[in-house]
């Protein structure tokens, strides 16, 4: 497991972004994508242990250390480059760099999801949700988790990680790639992919905080504006080519008169 960092030439006007992805599928072709849109810029790697091969999982607290030092570990001036931080863990970093990065979470559907508990690479990152109950409990416990869960999730864009296409031109967009760069890394990043294609069904039922946080996702913006896009055009067509054409009803009062 890794986690990677593009760095640009020179110092970022604008906010960092963040591509958090549990299980993995949408890292390495969508950052290989934006890679070739961004032009020349410094790819870094870091390679962190793998939990998912575990068989005792490592504590939120300690992978919440591990990437403060990481990034405490960079420079001043590495710092002010970054333009993109993404990894299954990413998430981890958004408490540490704060509200100069926008954090943007691929939450796969927990019934189809490639990877178990992927609730933890998402709340992991906030000392208020540690140590959740195994089981939701009674409806109230569960309502007052929902009420945690919403509060701290706030801070991250929640997105439906099933299609990267849309994905990948989410943070494009994000990092200021036009339109059209922003549809080539889309295009590049679903040819490399395999992510999304919804045959795989769990053989048992889903952690009930997987289901509870995949409830709160949308999704991604650029999915939202192309159907909005479509909503628009087909009121515009049904505008267009509703009523009585303006001559028509002229042509009617005259001979009325």
């Known amino acids: 497991m890794t986690l990677n960092l593009l760095l640009g030439r020179r ?56 990437h403060a030092d990481l990034w405490h570990a960079l420079s001043t001036d590495e710092r002010s480059r970054v333009l993109l931080a993404a990894g299954p863990t990413a998430a981890f970093l958004a408490p540490v760099m704060g509200p100069v990065a926008i ?17 933890r690479a998402v709340l992991g990152p906030f000392s208020e949700l540690d140590d959740p109950p195994d089981e939701a409990g009674s409806e109230k416990e569960r309502e007052r ?16 990680g099933a299609d990267i296409a849309p994905l990948t031109r989410t943070v ?13 890394a889309a295009t590049a990043a679903a040819s490399a992919g395999t992510a999304g294609d919804g045959s795989r069904q769990r053989d048992k039922p889903a952690h009930w905080l997987d289901e509870m946080i995949y409830s ?18 087909t009121g515009t067509s049904r505008a267009r080519g509703g009523g009585t054409p303006r001559k028509t009803q002229r042509s009617r009062k005259r001979r009325r008169g």
Do not use: N
Request: net charge positive.
């Open 11 to 66: 110092r970022h006007a604008g906010k960092a972004v963040i591509l958090a992805d549990p299980t993995g599928e949408s890292i390495e072709p969508a950052v290989a994508a934006l890679s070739s849109e961004l032009g020349k810029i410094q790819h870094v790697v870091f390679p962190l242990p793998d939990d998912t091969t575990r068989r005792h999982l490592a504590p939120a607290s300690v992978t919440r250390s591990r």
């Open 172 to 184: 494009a967009a994000e990092l200021g790639l036009g339109p059209k760069a922003a549809a080539r």
């Open 145 to 160: 988790w929902l009420s945690r869960v919403r509060a701290a999730t706030s801070r991250l864009e929640l997105v439906r």
């Open 216 to 233: 709160l996702t949308s999704a991604p913006k650029e999915e939202q504006s192309a159907r909005s896009r479509r909503r628009r055009s």
């Open 103 to 119: 954090t943007v979470v691929a939450v796969c559907d927990p019934r189809k999801a490639s990877v178990e508990g992927c609730w």
